[in-house]
């Protein structure tokens, strides 16, 4: 299986460092009983927590526009089609998520600021925030179900393989997310291991 796709990025490599000495956790302890419902009730309103509160979402979202690029990193690993992106300069975009800078993905904003107007057009049933973009969480969650991936420096490796679950869990790809996140945990504890030695 193609290793988690962060895991190749300088910045992400430096910030596992951050955040390996709570490998220790147990992956499943990190999950939230209430966001896993029942496979029946896929297409029904669900209620998921995130780093701003909590969000009620319809149903599995179809039309998905991301401010961040360490969740379009997760989206892209669990196959999942987005219509919205943020705007970058072509030199900031990593290799493996260059396809997203075409024109077949409709810009809604930049890293920090949402484009407001270009949501309200896109009309997505899912709108995705990340560090820099958390500060507009009210403004977007007022346009459409807009969740905070927020990661931060602390626990930042746990909190990565938090936010594959949820969102394995908000878009009914959970055996997915569930490898995904084994993966990264395992990889991470792999790179670590030399040092623990």
Known sequence: MKAFNALRHPLAALSL???AA??????????????????AAATASRTFHHAQGQTTIAAVPQRIAV??????????????E?????????????DYLKKYSTSQFTPVGDLFQPDLEALKKLQPDLVILG??????????????????????????????????????RILNREPQASERAESLLRQVRELHAPARA
């Open 17 to 19: 460092a951050v955040g």
């Open 67 to 80: 401010l961040d690029l360490a969740a379009l990193d997760i989206l892209d690993g669990l196959g999942v």
């Open 131 to 168: 560090g820099r973009s958390a500060s507009k969480f009210q403004e977007v969650s007022a346009i459409a179900p807009t969740i905070d991936l927020s990661s931060g420096s602390t626990a930042f490796v746990p909190t990565v393989a938090q936010n594959i679950l949820l969102l394995g």
């Open 22 to 39: 709570t490998l220790a956790l147990p992956l499943a302890a990190q999950t939230r009983a209430s966001d896993a419902p029942p496979v």
């Open 82 to 94: 987005v219509a919205g992106v943020p705007t970058l300069e072509a030199q900031y975009w990593p």
